[in-house]
């Protein structure tokens, strides 16, 4: 009997070993499916490395195709196929990750914005523009998020939105590039005095005045805020500050200097106030050369504007600096055209030697240069492939740049009276590269900005302040 139990007992002992081996034993079916994942990922870094996408997106697709349950392979993915160019295929991605995740979590908040940068890479800037507000709004310091629309507010035109962008930045990670802040905030500025926002416009410059109170940018923007008031001159006194930070911008200032010149000039003044102004400017011009010394470049300015009042030491002028910069090519142009005015031929083979003589400015465009005709980098030397942007047959002959506006044509352009809108820099701010999708009045609404006073009709017409002439008010402030 008891050869029975023990027989028994060690067969239960066998049973159990059995089940306990069978169904108790640790499954490492998921140890091993993680060591393949982390082989793949390996080998699709390499692959990545080595610039064959296809393949790395085929090693992905197979750790997907095994796990649905891991996301981060999903996300490599969707970046893989919007840096192939694949956009409608990483929306897809990143758009089946979102509506999973929800805008809560952290996997989805990840999720809207690959999908923000998938729909800018795709050219869709309203959406994302949307994705990107949508990341902020539920993390107010996202960096990524906040550099994305500072690039896509200022690519819309919309500086001050891009400005607020770059303070967030600045205030949330300590950091940030507040000197293009300071270029958004002024640009933001000379936007809203184009729609006679004055009250925004000043505001936005006392904002960029906080970050750097000494620019040149600073200075016009400020220019064109006393023009609109018709404080000529206080117009004066910022350009010439202007000019003071940056001579190189005398030719983009002269012009303006000269019309508030103009609108001081006396009405009962028994010279031309075409003339007189353009004196007043020269000698401005004159004094900032003072300060600075002897500055080729300002040296010319004043001496094309000597040309236009026919001053007699113009000729004189122009040749003393050609002398003392025989390489500076546009004091050789006014000079050859003061001498062909003249029609003195001994002027004329003088300044046409200087010119294209043996050892004339111009002796290195007779063999010319080349020009890529994808990026315009230019060499002296020939080249089948770019050495800028690297693309090939894209070389093209240079055969010089535009032809700029004549000193005559300046001449008779200078006699209309011009008012503020002779200072609007339109032309001078970046243009809307991308379309907002906004309407006037809600661009107006998404800068902070709102309707003036002083007019709701949009932008001034041209000496629409010239009525102003003659009175004299003064700022409120230095930023007036």
């Known amino acids: 009997m008891t050869a029975v139990i023990l027989l028994a007992l060690a067969l239960g002992g066998l049973a159990a070993g059995i089940l306990v081996g069978r169904y108790y034993v640790p499954d490492d079916r998921a140890l091993k499916r993680t060591a393949r994942h982390a082989q793949a990922y390996v080998k699709t870094i390499n692959l990545l490395l080595a610039r064959d996408r296809d393949a ?22 969707g970046a893989l196929f919007r840096n192939r160019g694949e956009w409608e295929r990483a929306i897809r991605v990143h758009q089946a990750i979102a509506v999973r995740e929800g805008t809560e979590s952290k996997l989805g908040l990840r999720a809207h914005y690959q999908l923000g940068l998938d729909f800018r ?21 996202l960096l990524g998020a906040l550099r994305a629309l500072s690039g896509l507010y200022e690519e819309q035109g919309r500086f001050s939105e891009a400005a607020d962008a770059c303070e967030r930045i600045h205030k949330s990670h300590g950091g940030g590039d507040r000197k293009r802040e300071h270029h958004l905030l002024c640009a933001a500025a000379q936007r809203a005095i184009e729609v006679d926002d004055l009250p925004s416009a000043k505001r936005l410059l006392k904002d960029a005045h906080a ?40 030719s983009y200032l002269a012009e303006p200097l000269r019309a508030a010149e103009y609108e001081l000039q006396p009405s009962t003044s028994e010279s031309s106030p075409e ?27 004043a001496a ?18 050609t002398e003392q910069n025989p390489q500076l ?17 001994g002027q004329v083979n003088r ?28 060499s002296e030397f020939f080249f089948w492939r770019c050495p800028a942007c690297r693309d090939w047959g894209s070389m093209q002959r240079d055969m010089g740049g535009p032809a700029h506006l004549s000193v005559q044509a300046r001449r008779e352009r200078r006699t209309e009276r011009r008012g503020a809108s002779m200072l609007l820099s339109g032309d001078s701010l970046p243009k809307a590269a991308l ?16 309707d003036s006073a002083f007019g709701r009709a949009g932008k001034w017409l041209a000496g629409a302040v010239g009525t102003v002439r003659g009175t004299k008010s003064k700022s409120d402030d230095d930023l007036d």
């Open 56 to 77: 790395a997106v085929n090693e992905l697709v197979g750790v997907v195709e095994e796990n649905v349950d891991d996301v981060e392979p999903y996300f490599a993915l």
């Open 121 to 141: 890479a795709a050219g869709m800037p309203r959406r994302a523009t949307r994705a990107m507000e949508d990341c902020i709004k539920a993390d107010p310091a």
């Open 211 to 250: 970050i750097k109170p000494d620019s040149a940018h600073l200075s016009v923007a400020g220019a064109e805020l006393s023009a609109a008031k018709g404080d000529w001159k206080a117009v004066i006194a910022k350009l010439r500050q202007a000019l003071v930070m940056h001579p190189d911008m005398v």
């Open 275 to 301: 003339d007189g102004a353009t004196r007043d400017a020269i000698a401005l011009i004159e004094g900032v050369l003072g300060d600075h010394g002897n500055d080729p470049i300002l040296e010319l300015a």
């Open 304 to 321: 094309e504007m000597r040309v236009q009042v026919e001053d007699e030491d113009a000729q004189e002028n122009l040749h003393r600096l």
């Open 329 to 345: 090519l546009p004091a050789r142009v006014a000079a050859a055209r003061l001498a062909l005015a003249s029609g003195d031929s």
């Open 351 to 378: 300044e046409l030697a200087a010119l294209v003589g043996a050892d004339g400015v111009l002796e290195s465009a007779l063999e010319g240069s080349w020009r890529c005709g994808s990026c315009n980098h230019t």
């Open 435 to 450: 379309d907002s999708g906004l309407s006037a009045e809600e661009l107006r609404k998404q800068a902070g900005t709102k």
